[in-house]
């Protein structure tokens, strides 16, 4: 079966920084597009990020443009979430996600989401 799993949540800083991770199996990582997304208690899920199959595009969030950077192993079925200046606000859990194809930017549009991890983010 198809498995997302996400790993790298924990405590951190404001200010600071901390790298995320989903390492994908059970199906051919090239041919899908990744997404991140966060969801606090209450909310609604957040789009955050998502890049291509090829990992040369990737699309942005306003909330987190010019603070996260997304990238792909394809190499190691692996997406990452670079987060920098990290905010109390960015606290949440963080999800991955898989599309068969073209990345999306709504939940819906994707197949495979992973557990999910936990990022706090202290004042």
């Known amino acids: 079966q198809v498995q997302l799993v996400e790993s790298g949540g924990g405590l951190v800083r404001a200010g600071g920084s901390l790298r995320i991770s989903c390492a994908a199996s059970g199906l051919t990582f090239i041919d899908y597009g990744m997404g991140w997304f966060r969801q606090v208690p209450g909310k609604e899920r957040e789009f955050l990020s998502a890049i291509s199959r090829s990992g040369d595009v990737t699309y942005y969030a306003d909330s987190v443009k010019g603070r996260f950077t997304l990238s792909r192993d394809n190499a190691k079925n692996t997406v990452y979430l670079e987060m920098h200046s990290l905010k109390p606000e960015d606290t949440a859990v963080y999800y991955c996600?898989?599309?068969?194809?073209?990345?999306?930017?709504?939940?819906?549009?994707?197949?495979?989401w992973g557990q999910g991890t936990q990022v706090t983010v202290s004042s």
């Open positions: 996600a898989a599309r068969a194809g073209a990345y999306g930017t709504t939940e819906s549009q994707y197949h495979y």
